[in-house]
């Protein structure tokens, strides 16, 4: 699921640890040939679980991991109904075993029953709100094995935004 240590000391098929710009190798959705070689700008300094590797760590845990460190890796269960999404709050509920990676960017405690995940996926920005999910927590296992990353930043930008929102946004700790 992790690909962590390739952008931190492990080589990839073209001999190098790191990120390579999607302006170099564009993301396809296909199996191909790397065509090496690539630069690979950018490493990674350390990654951590947030919880246990082999479970979902407790929401206040993730949340404290964005705050702390930006974006999180996480594993969910892309259901048939995961997979159709085009909007709205996704709540289905499901047993059904991990089956793929995503991001969470974000939460909003406003919406849904109790709070949700703002998740973005790499099928593209077609999928979904613009290649985002608001999930439910405690839905589709959103969490498993999540995980973080400690960089630099030197150079390093996400665009993390969904939708409108303030032009500034603060954050306070809560012990």
Known sequence: WLAFDYLMNVGDPCGDPGAVMETSFPYTATNGSCHCPYQHPYKIDDWAFIGPQWGIPSIAAMKQAIMDYGPISVCVTATPAFQGYHGGIFNELSDEPINHAVVLVGWDDTQGDGGVWIMR???GSNWGEG???RIAYNTCNIGYGGAYIEY??????ANTRFGEGPATVQ???NT
């Open 121 to 123: 996926n790499s099928w």
């Open 171 to 173: 954050f306070t700790a």
């Open 152 to 157: 630099g930043g030197i150079g390093i930008e």
């Open 131 to 133: 290649g985002y999910m």
